[in-house]
């Protein structure tokens, strides 16, 4: 499986972006695709996850009622709608994929990993 993720971009705080995740493979085989994000000199943090089946998105507190995760099952694709940016939202934002479907936030728990888009938000 691999992943690339795209959409990301300098915005102002209030500003809307919508990043994309593209996978190829089987999506079957990873049922679980969510978001990271790492800030400069901070250590990479969970941010939003969906799932095929049981169960429903789960979101990091500092994002939730802003940021929506969603997926595209007949395209293999998942994205992250992001509103009401913030300075704080500013990182790059890595998708990632998961082999099993039980609820994980841990980088350690995601098995597949694309490369990094920037988000950039100004105050």
């Known amino acids: 499986v691999q992943l690339q993720a795209s959409g990301g971009g300098l915005v102002q705080a209030g500003a809307s972006l919508r990043l994309s995740c593209a996978a190829s493979?089987?999506?079957?085989?990873?049922?679980?695709v969510g978001w990271f994000r790492q800030a400069p000199g901070k250590e990479r943090e969970f941010v939003a996850a969906?799932?095929?089946?049981?169960?429903?998105?789960y979101y990091a507190d500092s994002v939730k009622g802003r940021f929506t995760i969603s997926r595209d099952n007949d395209k293999n694709a998942a994205y992250l709608q992001m509103n009401s940016l913030k300075p704080e939202d500013t990182a790059v934002y890595y998708c990632?994929?998961?082999?099993?479907?039980?609820?994980?936030?841990?980088?350690?728990?995601?098995?597949?990993w694309g490369q990094g888009t920037q988000v950039t938000v100004s105050s």
């Open positions: 493979g089987t999506s079957t085989s990873t049922p679980t």
């Open positions: 969906i799932r095929w089946t049981v169960g429903g998105p």
């Open positions: 990632a994929a998961r082999r099993y479907s039980s609820r994980a936030t841990a980088q350690s728990a995601y098995d597949y």
